[in-house]
């Protein structure tokens, strides 16, 4: 049985999702927007990100994201742009032990 990541998380189920960002550029920059703001819509998102990242893309990696627990999104809009996704617990803390890295 594998129970969700929270913040007090074993590290190697943290560890993973923070692979995932240093190895997965596009996933990480867009990550690292909701990260910035806790939660965005997803229309700010794609204006923010474009044209670096394709609105294609930016789905593909916004469910990865999602699968991996690090954001997830707020009760299903009707309108794919009105989507509104935030920082998980988990991502939270994938987030704060990616910068602890980065800053050495």
Excluded at 66 to 72: F, K, M, R
Aim: hydrophobic content about 45%.
């Amino acid at each position: 049985m594998n129970a969700a990541p929270t913040a007090n998380a074993p590290l190697p189920a943290i560890a993973e999702k923070v692979k995932l960002l240093l190895v997965d550029n596009v996933a990480r920059s867009i990550f690292e927007r909701i990260f910035s703001s806790r939660n965005i819509r997803f229309n700010q998102l794609r204006a923010e990100l474009e044209p670096g990242i394709a609105p294609t893309e930016l789905k593909v990696h916004l469910k990865l994201l999602v699968d991996e627990e690090l954001v997830a999104s707020v009760d299903k809009a009707p309108i794919e742009e009105f989507q509104t996704y935030y920082v998980t617990r988990a991502g939270l803390t994938a987030g704060q032990r990616l910068h602890q890295l980065e800053a050495g």
